[in-house]
């Protein structure tokens, strides 16, 4: 049987780069790795490695990324693809992260902020290819790992009578959502994976990277992805700005779609802090810890809205605030947790 190196090294040299140079990129929270290549005269390309004996699959990302390309955006264009042995090779969209630019630069926010918002609005404006749906149900559901990983690393144990009560008055606010239309949401549209492309016209100035576990949802959920990102704090000025050129563009009620981001903002970041809470204790990835206060400052934010009172009563009642005893506790339990 070959091994994974010489599988890979068949991929290359049938794609026309099996003498270019390997450079590691930073990965994500996945099991798929990055590399950038430098092949003749210069040329580079992205070479995705996604096992599929470790869960991994290339195939929805390509399928995504050829719609997304379809729409005048900017996927990354699939040079050669491999879905038996899990390869891709990719265009190469720069170095240009939103999230480094507007560190080294913060003078460009408002400006990447914007041309991000418009891109959903382009997105937006069609229709969503074949996907699974993200429902009220799904969503709720989804909330788990705040109880499993979250609450169970926090106190040592799981409230399960909690989780369920904090699941169905979730799901009673997200209901009304389902009858609403449904668009493609990227699910991870945030500056980690946003690339800045001058030199292109309208919303293709904008590198798309993280889509692969696209869905069909509400047209907010992506909104909050980026405004209430979990790494790099973004202004409430800069948020509601941002929400309002979305609400100018589309011509969407207010108060409706302002009630659906406090929702879906507060469905994301609870189970955002309960996955951040699992790469620690389960995986070993304990600088996810530190982002958990931001994500907690999200949920608390988003249960200050009047539709969502009885749900912030009861995660008060129910979820401890991440105190710095708190996060000490998670810390203290890395890598404790592989088999749970």
């Given at each position: 049987?070959?091994?994974?190196?010489?599988?890979?090294?068949?991929?290359?040299?049938?794609?026309?780069?099996?003498?270019?140079?390997?450079?590691?990129?930073?990965?994500?929270?996945?099991?798929?790795?990055?590399?950038?290549?430098?092949?003749?005269?210069?040329?580079?390309?992205?070479?995705?490695?996604?096992?599929?004996?470790?869960?991994?699959?290339?195939?929805?990302?390509?399928?995504?990324?050829?719609?997304?390309?379809?729409?005048?955006?900017?996927?990354?264009?699939?040079?050669?693809?491999?879905?038996?042995?899990?390869?891709?090779?990719?265009?190469?969209?720069?170095?240009?992260?939103?999230?480094?630019?507007?560190?080294?630069?913060?003078?460009?926010?408002?400006?990447?902020?914007?041309?991000?918002?418009?891109?959903?609005?382009?997105?937006?404006?069609?229709?969503?290819?074949?996907?699974?749906?993200?429902?009220?149900?799904?969503?709720?559901?989804?909330?788990?790992?705040?109880?499993?990983?979250?609450?169970?690393?926090?106190?040592?144990?799981?409230?399960?009578?909690?989780?369920?009560?904090?699941?169905?008055?979730?799901?009673?606010?997200?209901?009304?959502?389902?009858?609403?239309?449904?668009?493609?949401?990227?699910?991870?549209?945030?500056?980690?994976?946003?690339?800045?492309?001058?030199?292109?016209?309208?919303?293709?100035?904008?590198?798309?990277?993280?889509?692969?576990?696209?869905?069909?949802?509400?047209?907010?959920?992506?909104?909050?992805?980026?405004?209430?990102?979990?790494?790099?704090?973004?202004?409430?000025?800069?948020?509601?700005?941002?929400?309002?050129?979305?609400?100018?563009?589309?011509?969407?009620?207010?108060?409706?779609?302002?009630?659906?981001y406090a929702v879906l903002g507060t469905q994301r970041n609870l189970r955002i802090i309960g996955i951040f809470a699992r790469l620690c204790l389960r995986?070993?990835?304990?600088?996810?810890?530190?982002?958990?206060?931001?994500?907690?400052?999200?949920?608390?934010?988003?249960?200050?809205?009047?539709?969502l009172h009885e749900l912030a009563v009861e995660i008060a009642q129910t979820l401890p605030r991440p105190a710095a005893d708190i996060l000490t506790e998670?810390?203290?339990?890395?890598?404790?947790?592989?088999?749970?």
């Open positions: 049987m070959k091994t994974r190196a010489a599988m890979l090294d068949s991929f290359l040299t049938q794609a026309g780069w099996g003498a270019a140079r390997y450079s590691p990129l930073a990965g994500d929270a996945s099991k798929r790795r990055y590399d950038r290549l430098t092949g003749k005269a210069g040329a580079r390309a992205i070479l995705m490695d996604a096992p599929p004996e470790t869960g991994e699959d290339v195939r929805p990302f390509a399928r995504i990324a050829r719609h997304l390309l379809g729409l005048g955006l900017s996927a990354p264009q699939i040079m050669a693809q491999d879905d038996t042995r899990g390869f891709l090779l990719l265009e190469d969209l720069g170095d240009d992260l939103f999230a480094r630019l507007m560190e080294t630069d913060p003078v460009l926010e408002p400006q990447l902020y914007a041309a991000a918002v418009d891109v959903l609005t382009h997105l937006h404006k069609t229709t969503p290819p074949p996907l699974p749906i993200f429902d009220a149900t799904q969503a709720a559901e989804w909330i788990a790992p705040a109880f499993d990983w979250y609450q169970f690393g926090a106190t040592g144990a799981v409230d399960m009578a909690a989780k369920a009560r904090v699941r169905g008055i979730l799901r009673a606010l997200l209901e009304p959502l389902d009858a609403q239309p449904r668009v493609l949401i990227q699910r991870d549209y945030h500056s980690e994976n946003l690339l800045w492309l001058p030199d292109r016209d309208g919303p293709a100035c904008v590198g798309l990277l993280d889509f692969q576990d696209a869905l069909q949802g509400h047209r907010a959920y992506d909104l909050v992805s980026l405004l209430q990102d979990a790494r790099r704090d973004v202004s409430s000025d800069m948020e509601a700005t941002m929400i309002h050129r979305y609400l100018e563009q589309t011509g969407q009620d207010a108060e409706t779609f302002r009630t659906a995986d070993g990835k304990a600088h996810y810890i530190d982002m958990i206060p931001r994500v907690w400052r999200h949920i608390e934010r988003n249960l200050n809205h009047p539709a998670l810390r203290e339990q890395c890598a404790t947790c592989p088999n749970r």
